[in-house]
């Protein structure tokens, strides 16, 4: 990744969009990140300074969104470096109209998912549950839903909507406050942008059903979360991660050491399922792979049940 001079001579825009390259295609770099995350730093005002950024609202945004869709591969403590951007972004726009102005409905969507979506320093999947870190969540809840109202904006896009879905879910689960987004369901917009595995989904529903186990396939939550089975009557869920769930570390050439970390949007989803009382069994696809006889196969979900 060079040396960190290097990226602190780039300018704003460019840094932004590097992280949101890698975060897009879900690449593991945790040097560059951490290389990415020391000059986005030398930049940030401090709250109490209350001065400007030489980022713009979008690539705010952007930087938090990459984040935390990388979760913890780089800038080791992510949640701290993203509530930083969120806090700066606060900061920087209080009282020229606010976040609700000076941002676009799309880009306090990313804002507001990037916070909903780190985990706990104690990497118990548990959500932010730190009143400053709920106190800068609001705030840009809050002004997401000032900011749709006021323009009239209908977030169309799948990803989008998916975010407003989630955020506003999170925000009933750990928010004692009214929440201020729709709390409908979005069915279509969930299960647009879902990231199952076919081949590994069928090949795991063959041993449920040999095992004699009562699980649904593609089963929706009442709140609309799609999982890829699930059993209602015990409020347990067995999720059939393929590659489209985990980061891929470029430097690495054996499956099972190269996709180790979720992705933010995982997590995320792990996290709400757990919050809403169902116990959940992960099934790492670089794991099943290394099965082959029926019996393994089947003796390896029956332990992954029994820890349910």
Known sequence: TGRDDTFAALPSRDLADTASAFATARIRAPRLFDAIAAAVR??????????DT????????????AFAATADAGAREPKAFVRAIAETAASSHDGRGGLAEAFAPRDLAS??????????????????DDDDDDSTFRDVVRALAEATAASGTVLRAPEARAQLALVALRWRLTVPDDCPLP????????RAVRDHAPALQRDVAAVLERLRKPFVLDYETPEGLVVDFADPVAKRVVLADGPARYLRDAKTSTSRDRYLELTGATRLKTALLRRLGWRVAQVPFFEWDQLYAPEVKDDYLRGKLQGL
Do not use: C, I, T
């Open 42 to 51: 030398q930049r940030l005002p401090s709250v109490a300074d209350d001065g």
């Open 183 to 190: 709390l409908e369901k979005d069915d279509d917009a969930l």
């Open 111 to 128: 804002l507001a998912w990037a916070l909903a979506s780190l985990d706990d320093d104690d990497g118990d999947d548990n959500l932010l």
């Open 54 to 65: 030489s980022f713009s609202p979008h690539e705010l945004a952007k930087l938090a969104w």
